[in-house]
């Protein structure tokens, strides 16, 4: 009897580990979604312990996690099977009724946007609009074009000159503002244009001209405009999943981005939404949540980036280092509340690995 009693005791034991090795892989899998991207090149995971079989069936505790490795291809992104689903998804039904615009700085407005992956997990989304020194202005991922977001362009001038494109991804709202500022200049990563030439089947994405177009080979060496070089700082981060563009606003110190660090819950992104509306919060929402919170203990957000985020971890690592570099305080995500103040700080905290040199 005491040798059954400890045999299923052992057994017990294994099947719990299996079972979080298994949620384990369940979120990594989901996290790659949420990113938009394939699975990217990994190593060993040194993470929580993986079950394997022996030859006669009997659970044997390991110490790592190997992942499959798969090429990072621009020719090969995966393309969404139906874009004009996905882009109908993006907008809700009254985009004025739940958008909260605000100035965070006076020069930086932003346009903040409920947004849930698969319609459960609350991300939310942001386009933020800077007016330049020279008084042109400058839409970063931009959100849909709404009467509102027409008055705050207005407002700030009306002087629409550059569309940025953060990443390969905060794309889908680029040819409505093209269309309605037609001497605007669009900006964008690589592969993006291709991209979107491929997407027919979504009315809201044109085949538009892109007049910058950020490239590995020669990214330090790209200039934009001299009125929009005079304001930003930017490093094309082309060992981000999502070949982020990272921009630093230099008159009032302000980090913009897209995909590089999220800030959850997003609270402001969904603070007009009346809370019969709001998506219920399920097991994997808030544990993507609780991950990507950069405030409190980083260190599975740490891992997430270096094994999910970094496809290449030496050129991620380098553009770390350029960002931080940067005297910026605050930080504008597409994705989270907005870091007001400790950015910086933030920043740092979250990195440190990258920043340390690892490979």
């Known amino acids: 009897m005491i040798r059954l009693t400890s045999r299923i005791q052992y057994l017990n034991v294994n099947a719990s580990r299996l079972f979080q090795h298994q949620q384990q892989q369940r979120f990594f899998r989901l996290s790659r979604a949420f990113r938009h991207t394939p699975t990217h090149d990994f190593n060993v995971i040194h993470l929580q312990p993986r079950i394997a079989t022996s030859s006669i069936k009997r659970p044997k505790l390991t110490t790592s996690l190997t992942l499959p490795a798969q090429k990072h291809n621009l020719s090969t992104q995966p393309e969404t099977s139906n874009s004009a689903e996905m882009s109908s998804k993006l907008i809700p039904s009254d985009p004025d009724h739940v958008m909260v615009i605000r100035n965070v700085t006076p020069n930086i407005a932003t346009f903040s946007v409920p947004f849930s992956r698969f319609g459960k997990v609350k991300i939310g989304g942001r386009g933020t609009l800077v007016k330049l020194t020279s008084g042109g202005l400058a839409i970063f991922s931009p959100v849909a074009l709404t009467k509102a977001t027409q008055a705050k362009v207005m407002e700030m001038g009306g002087d629409v000159r550059y569309i940025v494109a953060l990443d390969y991804e905060h794309h889908i709202f680029i040819s409505e503002w093209k269309k309605e500022y037609p001497s605007a200049k669009i900006i964008g990563p690589e592969g993006l244009p291709e991209k979107r030439a491929k997407q027919t089947d ?27 070089d005079a304001d930003f700082d930017y490093e094309y981060v082309d060992g981000h999943a999502n070949l982020e563009i990272v921009f630093f606003y230099k008159p ?26 709001l998506p219920a919060d399920g097991a994997v929402g808030k544990l993507f949540a609780c ?12 891992r997430f980036n270096w094994y999910l985020l970094a496809k290449n971890r030496e050129s991620f690592n380098d553009s770390m280092a350029q960002i931080a570099k940067w005297d910026f305080h605050t930080m504008i995500p597409c994705h989270g509340d907005v870091l007001e103040g400790d950015g910086k700080e933030v920043f740092m905290k979250v990195f440190d690995w990258h920043l340390q040199g690892h490979k």
Do not use: H
């Open 291 to 302: 991950v990507q919170n950069p405030r409190g203990d980083t260190k599975w957000l740490q």
């Open 202 to 228: 979504d009315p809201k994405i044109n085949d538009d001209e892109f007049a910058v177009v950020f490239k590995k080979e020669n990214k330090r060496e790209i200039k934009i405009d001299p009125d929009f």
């Open 252 to 277: 009032e110190q302000v980090l913009i981005q897209a995909d590089l660090l999220f800030n959850l819950p997003p609270t402001e992104q969904y603070s007009k939404v009346p809370e019969s509306e």
